[in-house]
């Protein structure tokens, strides 16, 4: 029978069919929960008589048993013409840590698990969804479900767009600089999403040039936004390799024109280590002042008390790119003379220049 909701009550709604009161528990007003139970009150519905007592002073009625015969019917109609691969809309019903569930019809839903929602990566699929979204969905299996007229839908979102993997490569190439945005970081590197569902690694050794880097995190922390290079692109295995340090330029590129051996520099302190002490000659370069030089130094004192962020003068020895080494002497005036001897290939020439230099000051006293 037809009848119209009254009002609320205890346990349920009162109902009334025709002139007679009837009562509706709230279990069976829908076959879905009822969360407000206020929004069914003024509303006119078909009811099924489950109870009828005391000539109709005392009649029970179920809307939901009505329901889940037409849903059953339709549930029936329905999955005898789904196949995987077909693509429907739904509205999203829950969202829960793992995916989202979809109806698809009234009583039908699927899920659409966490990895299926984007070609991004999703942490909370309430980052992306609301209950009560209309989605568009691509049936990605069916199985049977725990009740012998039930079935498991799996369900995709991201697979109604292209993948894209497919066109990778017709969008960036090895040596392209672009934006991302960190999405995690690990113990190894960050990972950077240069557009959604690409996403590359910075191994932690591509990040600086100018310092050394231990971990990521003192440098990027997910959902910051970084230049990169593109090193490599590997379609058939998904991966992309970036570099956040050659965006900023390799300081040893001009290493030859900045730096000559003889030239009298001032440097940072590093670190001490029992061979030398390293020192900073600017950010990313970094040369070694060894031991035995230290002790040839008439201010020796000076130098192994140093700390790191002190300043000394050192004068350059030898300077390899190649290797990217630079070695250092003491730069104080005590030694400025005695520097070349552990210059390769220096000491000779400058021994016999300072020769000429005697002879021709002699004469010119004599003079």
């Not at 009161?21 to 139970?37: G, N, W």
């Not at 809309?89 to 698809?104: I, S």
């Not at 030859?256 to 001032?266: F, I, L, N, T």
Request: aromatic fraction near 6%.
């Amino acid at each position: 029978m037809e009848g119209k909701v009254n009002a609320l009550n205890k346990g349920g709604f009162e109902v009334l069919l025709g002139q007679k009161r009837a009562f509706c528990p709230i279990s069976q007003m829908d076959i879905r929960y009822v969360e407000k139970p206020e929004d069914y009150v003024g509303e006119t519905f078909e009811f099924l008589i489950t109870d009828f007592e005391e000539d109709g002073r005392n009649i029970v009625i179920s809307r939901r048993k009505l329901l889940d015969k037409a849903v059953a019917k339709a549930r029936k109609s329905f999955f005898k013409d789904l196949v995987v691969g077909d693509e429907i809309e739904g509205r999203v019903t829950k969202l829960m840590p793992f995916g989202a569930f979809v109806e698809l019809i009234p009583g039908v839903e699927g899920l659409v698990h966490i990895s299926e929602l984007g070609w991004s990566r999703v942490e909370n699929p309430a980052d992306v969804l609301q209950v009560g979204d209309s989605v568009k969905v691509k049936v990605l299996g069916l199985s049977p479900g725990e009740k012998l007229d039930q079935m498991k839908v799996s369900l995709s979102i991201k697979q109604i767009g292209n993948d894209p993997w497919e066109t990778v490569s017709q969008r960036f190439k090895e040596g392209d600089v672009v934006d991302g945005k960190v999405t995690r970081c690990a113990p190894f590197g960050a990972f950077v999403e240069i557009e959604p569902g690409i996403e590359g690694l910075v191994h932690i050794s591509e990040m600086s040039y100018r310092k050394r880097i231990l971990k990521c995190e003192d440098v990027v922390a997910p959902g910051d936004m970084v230049q990169v290079t593109i090193k490599e692109i590997d379609e058939s295995r998904r991966r992309v390799s970036l570099s956040m340090r050659d965006v900023e330029g390799d300081p040893w590129a001009g290493v030859a024109q900045k730096y000559s051996v003889g030239q009298a520099v001032e440097v940072v302190v590093e670190k001490h280590e029992k061979f030398g002490i390293f020192v900073s000659l600017e950010p990313g370069i970094t040369a070694l002042l060894p031991k035995s030089r230290i002790k040839a130094s008439s201010e020796s004192g000076r130098f192994e008390k140093s700390k790191p962020g002190d300043t000394i003068p050192v004068r350059i020895e030898t300077v390899n790119v190649s290797e990217r080494k630079i070695s250092v002497g003491p730069g104080d005036a005590a030694d400025e003379g005695d520097w070349r001897s552990f210059v390769p290939g220096k000491s000779e020439a400058m021994s016999s220049l300072g020769e000429k230099l005697k002879q021709a000051l002699a004469a010119k006293g004599r003079g």
